[in-house]
């Protein structure tokens, strides 16, 4: 058992940062140059030093920002070790449960955890255990901002290999499912893949499948369960990354082919400066999804003013109409324009007492809706996907060519940062 002030190699143990079944982490300094830290991880049972050796065998040579560094390794020293870059700050599962990332900020940690995983595959390397746990951030990341490159590190290759492996002896390890390691076996459950559940052959592929369940965590504070996808429990959620979920967390036949596949269907992340201020978001009283959102326009809580005027079945010129009577500053198209989201609860609420009468057509020709060719369900022309499964309506979709956001083809400019979507027009300031 290690303890502190207990040298191992050239380190000096000073304290532990972290414990599981099998072994534990410490910060360590140089026992000569006493500002050099690392990370020191030894094996509490002689069961892990198998997994100890497999790490470090696994881990020799994968230089790269995104993957946690292997400095040292002696197996057979007393007690074994495994040295690594110290990464300052913690694990990703507390940001997890603290719902303390934004979407932007969560498709920039997948990028990067994409980015070394492909790094490592095309090494061999299928790291065979990817969680919130095994991924580090870096501390300065609160500072710096999530796209900043290395602030998110993979770690703890313990059951990677350098080549395809079963996961019946993964599980193996763990002696019985009646022993304490149980509850660290039942954890990674969630993350693996059906071939391996199943004992069946695991390649790289069964990383992006945890790369999935990690994804829809951070855009919703909750594990995947059924055919929900993200947006299912946020509306905020951008229907790309609804695509991106329902790629990865799939059966090995359907799901993406790499990790290079997986990182170009993400949309890239928008630098800060580009995200304006959010009002917090107003849940209709009916508890009915908002509709009308645009992929990106969810983003900043706007409502596109012919889809309000298709659900509430009122002419959209007479919804602006009312804005105006009311005082309000509203100079939308009401084809192709948008109203923010509080604007349009309060359009709902003059229906619901006779303020806005209803057209006696019932729902107007503005904004009139189609069917979804895939699942049938009612969906708006001017929409590049739909709004319920996801999948792809216009044979090419359209994007900004500033942020990569995805507009609406009847927009000419783009909702999120105001880039000019005509030739020859300049863009909004």
């Not at 929409?383 to 927009?411: F, I, K, S, W």
């Amino acid at each position: 058992m290690a303890s502190p002030n207990q040298r191992v190699g050239e380190y000096v143990l000073s304290d532990r940062i972290a414990a599981g079944t099998f072994g534990e982490v410490w910060r360590a300094h140089h026992h000569v140059w006493t500002d050099r830290l690392v990370a020191v991880k030894v094996p509490t049972d002689p069961q892990y030093l198998r997994n100890l050796q497999r790490e470090g065998f696994a881990i020799h040579g994968l230089t790269h920002p995104n993957i946690v560094r292997a400095l040292g390794f002696d197996p057979y020293a007393d007690p074994p070790y495994l040295t690594m870059e110290y990464v300052p700050g913690s694990s990703l599962r507390p940001l997890v449960q603290k719902r303390a990332i934004g979407i932007n900020d969560a498709v920039a940690v997948m990028r990067q955890v994409l980015s070394g995983l492909a790094y490592a595959h095309k090494q061999g390397v299928v790291h065979r255990d990817i969680k919130p746990e095994n991924i580090l951030v870096h501390e300065k990341a609160q500072s710096a901002g999530y796209t900043t490159e290395g602030v998110i590190k993979v770690t703890d290759f313990g059951l990677g290999k350098a080549q395809a492996a079963t996961t019946m002896g993964s599980i193996a390890y763990s002696q019985s499912m009646n022993t304490p390691a149980a509850v660290e076996i039942a954890g990674t459950l969630d993350y693996m893949a059906p071939e391996a559940r199943s004992g069946g052959e695991v390649g790289p592929r069964a990383d992006l499948y945890a790369c999935g369940v990690i994804l829809y965590e951070l855009l919703t504070g909750e594990r995947p369960a059924g055919t929900d996808v993200p947006s299912d429990l946020n509306p905020a959620v951008p229907k790309p990354l609804d695509h991106a979920f329902r790629r990865s967390y799939a059966r090995l036949d359907k799901r993406f082919a790499s990790a290079e596949e997986f990182l170009g269907a993400l949309p890239p992340p928008v630098p800060s400066s580009l995200i304006p201020p959010k009002p917090p978001p107003i849940r209709p009283q009916d508890d009915r999804p908002p509709v009308g959102y645009d992929a990106f326009a969810r983003e900043r809580s706007m409502v596109r003013v012919s889809a309000l005027a298709s659900e509430l079945g009122v002419d959209g010129r007479a919804i602006l109409e009312k804005f105006r009577a009311e005082g309000y500053q509203v100079t939308t198209d009401a084809v192709v324009g948008t109203i923010t989201f509080e604007q349009a609860q309060q359009a709902r609420e003059w229906v619901r007492h006779g303020h806005l009468r209803r057209s006696s057509g019932g729902a107007t020709a503005l904004g009139s809706r189609s069917n979804c060719p895939q699942c049938r369900q009612s969906i708006d022309p001017a929409d590049q996907y739909c709004m319920h499964c996801g999948v792809q309506l216009v044979e090419n979709v359209r994007r900004c060519p500033q942020c990569g956001a995805y507009p609406d083809g009847t927009d000419q400019f783009c909702i999120f940062c105001g880039q000019s979507l005509v030739v020859g027009q300049p863009a909004k300031v």
